[in-house]
């Protein structure tokens, strides 16, 4: 049975609402994922070791210190300021982003008020730090790690139960409610040891910050498959099939867009291509970015993939018999989530 790392920590993030076109909607990456894929699996037998403590290193070989420092204070900064008594605000939400659109090329300052701080780092409205924030996501990365000790170690497998997830998280930008890159994270871990390592990423929508930190890379493969952001869907400018890497990394990137509806065979496809791309890449270590929302019945995704098609996925990224640390990204529908996870570990 392959061991659950826990912390009780990712269930401190609570971004309660998001702001999505302008209104502010129910948030659906809620405590309530965790603590039901959480007692799905203790159901199912599998076994749970504690999160432990990692230092900052690693993570700083993935993120930008200003993202992480940004993240680690953003909180106590936003409660400083007047947001609360003013207008009411509960939540970091960033009102305006510096893009090359604004700054145009020309030396720019690091604004000096913290509502302006915000968009510097933060790429969308609906990805909402708040209190708990930095230490769920910071507790998910110490997850990744310690599931990464556990197969260096020794262990064939090892699932990291975390939240927020992180695959949308790039090198400096956070968004798609992800703050810290726990799947990169691993991964560099994994390169650290002189493993050639393959994320392989089936959530249902492309992992853009996953490619960013390995974009260059050659001694990591990241490979996905996703709804096709050409048909509309998140992350919208990135996940095309032509995307491949650069200059080392050529190669070393792929991308696997399926139209919206896809069903588990089209799906199954996809995910035994990303399965031939780790075994062409001559991987020794896999990281797994579990997403469940690819399931028929979430609200996040139009894809339509049943549980035995998880199951079978599972199977087929079993079948690589790599050590392998799996991350858990998406996956919305209470209902169902925490069968989908037992289905995808048992017949991994
Ligand atoms: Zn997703």
New binding site residues.
Partial sequence: MIPVVWSDDVLRHDPRDEIWVGVRTDGTEVPRRATVIRAALAAAGHPEVPTTEHPDDVLLEVHEAGLVDWLRTAWDAWQDGPYGTLVGSDRVVPYVFPTPLMTSGMPWRYPAATHARAGVWCYDTMTVVGPGTWEAARAAVDAGLTAVDLVLAGRHSVYALTRP?G??AAPAGFG?SCYLNTAAVAAQAFARAGRRVAVLDV???HGNGTQAVFWDRADVLYASV?VDPGAGW?PHVLGYGDERGAGAGAGSTVNVPLPPGTDDDGWLRGVRLLVEAALRFDAEAVVLSL?L??AAADP??PLLVSRDGYARAGALVGALDLPTVVVQ???YDLASVGDLTVAALSAF
């Fill in positions: 997830p695959h949308h798609g959530d249902a929508h996703h998140f997403g929302d690819a996040e995704s990204e998406g996956g």
